[in-house]
């Protein structure tokens, strides 16, 4: 009878499984060199930069990198005001970082709340809940943004308050769906045999079985945060000028983009990076945190 035969110890499908986790966790290393990457700079931003990322500095202006024929004084190049676009960089990471850190948990909390309490208590409340999150979805987030610009001024609050209107909903809309499914379980018909209440079998029972798809959404926020807060600053609606900002460092790039492309392409190259990044973590954790895909490796 034919039987597997074990190469150092191991069966040979034991081998593979661990080969094949092996390159999954492999994956993850490139992107979350990337990501850490980002925190750093945005936390150190200060000690890392080598000039004050708004020092205008006219005789040095549009200075091309190290490698392109440049100075290590300036390694990647100045803008059109002669501003250290290395440094500049630096503090763009910080800005995001910022706007990741409070939007996206922030997003995530507004939706899963408002998602737990429309799948779980349906009727008039689930529905008046869900026409709450129609409204927001047929807003034309940009003009919203020029309006909220217009009367306020642009500013990162502002910035910060639109992204949180502009994503929470998608949190909402998937974890009513889940709740949806799992109130009809046999664990939380238990629970209420029990004399559980709604706000206890929320969350001793719903909100753990809801953590998966909460991580995974929020995972793949984060590019769409970013990329969300530089189409703003680029637009002139986001941060204030003279903030250091990827997307107000493109807009400020396009005036000299026929003399100079270091200007627009390296902070255009940075969202394109971290963006691919939050894509490719939010990938690896669905595929790691749900159960079906987990199955059939």
Known sequence: MAQDVAVGGVAPLERRRRGIRWRRWLALSFPGAIALTLV???????????????FIDLAARLQPPVFDGGSWAHPLGTDSLGRDIYSRLLHGARISLIVVVIVVPGAALIGTL??????????????????????QLALPSILFAVLMASVF?????????????????AYARLVRADVLSL???DFVTASRSVGGNGWWIMRKHLLPNLVNTIVIVMTLEIA??????????????????GTSS???MITDGREVMNRAWWPIWLPGLALLIVSLTGNLMGDWLRDELDPRLRNLR
């Open 40 to 54: 750093i700079t945005g936390v150190f931003a200060d000690l890392l930069a080598t000039h004050d990322p708004n």
């Open 153 to 169: 001024g642009p500013s990162l609050r502002n910035v910060i308050l639109i992204l949180l209107i502009w994503t929470w909903s």
């Open 246 to 248: 990827w997307g107000r």
């Open 224 to 241: 769409i945060v970013i990329l969300a807060e530089a189409a703003l600053s680029f637009l002139g609606v986001g941060v204030p000028p």
């Open 114 to 135: 408002v998602g737990m309490l429309s799948g779980w208590m349906g009727g008039l409340v689930g529905q008046v809940l869900m026409r709450i999150v129609d409204v």
């Open 183 to 185: 109130k009809e379980r």
